[in-house]
């Protein structure tokens, strides 16, 4: 991705007010319709309001404008002069936080919003360890509402140094602070008057600054089989056998030595077809068909690797498990995971521990996990799974957990 658009989620407690920033972020920007904000007053109007309800331009969904929450992963676009940003607006309910693991999972940084009146709760702590967990080490902390607290320094202080205490024990993140009010205006594009004290940087000026790096162009190629092709026979192509998937990372030309996980088959590219014609290098995030020099038994969730530094072969590991069903995890019981393109019937035989996200302390001995418990478990699988520690490649060390019924009940990151 270039570094001129930026992916970014938002998280925290219920009713801290993601949505309100996001709906201000999109008007301020020109990045909502005439009609949506018109709809947005006349809406506000009728409950009785004044003017914009600036939550109304992000809460879609019929249930979430009646309670006033947000139960889906709302994905919006806006763009300045500077930059193009991509948001996904994660639900702050305790029920959903399934929703944050899915929007984190491909972020590039997250901003996480702290109601003033209430300081670090837990759902903060837990949203800033997921997104940590799943890769970002970019961290906005919005400390919202500061209208509601007389626009105190003090305030905002206490609570940047609480939640600073919490996040440096994870490590390896850089963390921005400021100071905003999503309702009012305060340092959300604008200067604030009424917080003069503060001299660091608005909240648009943090995200159109902030230098993500995109990591999977540098990374081990990767390629997930998704489908084989086989079209029918032409002049052109008498007898054509292609691999289509979405390079996961690195990059791969015609003529590179790669190896087939998990067969181990050693082969050489001689093609890559896109819709646009042939390539002769592909790179992370593109979707291709690869030719292979070799006529080889390659199928979908097989993995096309670079020769040196392949993936790992395995058919046990361990894992960090975000557990998101009401349902208990029980060891032992039989799931399906899925891992890239790869589905395959697993067990989880062993919890090490399951994490406190309040001290970070870890609780053992453990034999179930409930909603939200996050923990170090071991899986082991009835097939292979060809993968790299999460820590390492995002793309090819997350997976997801799915009961007898085809609910998604956990997602995970693969330690080893």
């Given at each position: 991705m270039s570094s001129n658009v930026l992916r970014f989620t938002t998280a925290g407690n219920v009713d801290d007010g993601k949505s309100t920033l996001i709906g201000r972020l999109l008007v301020e920007t020109q990045g909502a319709f005439e009609d949506q904000i018109e709809g947005a007053k006349r809406e506000n109007e009728r409950r009785g309001g004044k003017g914009i309800d600036f939550s109304l331009l992000t809460d879609g969904l019929r249930a979430e404008r009646e309670q006033g929450?947000?139960?889906?992963?709302?994905?919006?676009?806006?763009?300045?002069?500077k930059r193009k940003f991509i948001i996904a607006d994660a639900?702050?309910?305790?029920?959903?936080?399934?929703?944050?693991?899915?929007?984190?999972?491909?972020?590039?940084?997250?901003?996480?919003l702290i109601d003033a009146r209430n300081g670090v709760v837990t759902q903060s702590r837990r949203h800033a360890f997921i997104a940590h967990l799943l890769g970002i080490r970019h961290f906005i902390v919005a400390i919202n509402k500061m209208d509601l607290v007389d626009y105190r320094r003090e305030r905002y202080e206490e609570i940047r140094n609480d939640f600073m205490n919490f996040i440096d024990r994870l490590g390896g993140a850089a963390i921005y602070?400021?100071?905003?009010?999503?309702?009012?205006?305060?340092?959300?594009t604008e200067r604030s008057a009424r917080m003069a004290w503060y001299t660091g940087p608005k909240l648009l000026e943090l995200l159109e600054s902030i230098e993500v790096d995109d990591q999977q162009h540098k990374l081990h190629f990767r390629f997930p089989v998704q489908l084989v092709s086989r079209p029918p026979a032409s002049a052109e192509f008498p007898d054509f056998r292609g691999y289509m998937g979405r390079v996961a990372s690195g990059s791969i030309r015609v003529g590179d030595h790669v190896v087939v996980l998990p067969s181990r088959a050693r082969t050489t590219i001689t093609g890559i077809v896109t819709q646009d014609g042939p390539l002769q290098e592909a790179f992370a995030r593109q979707a291709v068909t690869l030719t292979l020099a070799d006529d080889l038994d390659v199928g979908r969730g097989d993995m096309i690797s670079c020769?040196?530094?392949?993936?790992q072969v395995r058919t046990e590991f361990e894992a960090t498990l975000c557990w998101?069903?009401?349902?208990?995890?029980?060891?032992?019981?039989?799931?399906?995971?899925r891992h890239t393109t790869k589905t395959v019937r697993a067990i989880i035989n062993e919890i090490d521990y399951r994490l406190n996200v309040n001290t970070l302390e870890r609780e053992s001995p453990v034999t179930e996990f409930q909603t939200n418990d996050i923990g170090q478990v071991r899986i082991k699988t009835l097939?292979?799974?060809?993968?790299?520690p999460y820590s390492v490649n995002r793309?090819?060390?997350?997976?997801?957990?799915?009961?007898?019924?085809?609910?998604?009940?956990?997602?995970?990151t693969i330690t080893l």
């Amino acid at each position: 991705m270039s570094s001129n658009v930026l992916r970014f989620t938002t998280a925290g407690n219920v009713d801290d007010g993601k949505s309100t920033l996001i709906g201000r972020l999109l008007v301020e920007t020109q990045g909502a319709f005439e009609d949506q904000i018109e709809g947005a007053k006349r809406e506000n109007e009728r409950r009785g309001g004044k003017g914009i309800d600036f939550s109304l331009l992000t809460d879609g969904l019929r249930a979430e404008r009646e309670q006033g929450i947000t139960i889906d992963v709302a994905y919006r676009y806006f763009a300045t002069p500077k930059r193009k940003f991509i948001i996904a607006d994660a639900p702050g309910h305790e029920q959903y936080t399934r929703n944050l693991v899915t929007s984190a999972s491909t972020s590039d940084l997250a901003v996480i919003l702290i109601d003033a009146r209430n300081g670090v709760v837990t759902q903060s702590r837990r949203h800033a360890f997921i997104a940590h967990l799943l890769g970002i080490r970019h961290f906005i902390v919005a400390i919202n509402k500061m209208d509601l607290v007389d626009y105190r320094r003090e305030r905002y202080e206490e609570i940047r140094n609480d939640f600073m205490n919490f996040i440096d024990r994870l490590g390896g993140a850089a963390i921005y602070c400021v100071p905003i009010s999503a309702l009012e205006g305060d340092l959300v594009t604008e200067r604030s008057a009424r917080m003069a004290w503060y001299t660091g940087p608005k909240l648009l000026e943090l995200l159109e600054s902030i230098e993500v790096d995109d990591q999977q162009h540098k990374l081990h190629f990767r390629f997930p089989v998704q489908l084989v092709s086989r079209p029918p026979a032409s002049a052109e192509f008498p007898d054509f056998r292609g691999y289509m998937g979405r390079v996961a990372s690195g990059s791969i030309r015609v003529g590179d030595h790669v190896v087939v996980l998990p067969s181990r088959a050693r082969t050489t590219i001689t093609g890559i077809v896109t819709q646009d014609g042939p390539l002769q290098e592909a790179f992370a995030r593109q979707a291709v068909t690869l030719t292979l020099a070799d006529d080889l038994d390659v199928g979908r969730g097989d993995m096309i690797s670079c020769e040196p530094q392949p993936p790992q072969v395995r058919t046990e590991f361990e894992a960090t498990l975000c557990w998101m069903s009401e349902r208990k995890l029980h060891l032992n019981h039989r799931y399906v995971l899925r891992h890239t393109t790869k589905t395959v019937r697993a067990i989880i035989n062993e919890i090490d521990y399951r994490l406190n996200v309040n001290t970070l302390e870890r609780e053992s001995p453990v034999t179930e996990f409930q909603t939200n418990d996050i923990g170090q478990v071991r899986i082991k699988t009835l097939q292979p799974v060809v993968c790299d520690p999460y820590s390492v490649n995002r793309q090819t060390g997350g997976f997801i957990i799915i009961d007898e019924n085809d609910d998604t009940v956990a997602a995970g990151t693969i330690t080893l």
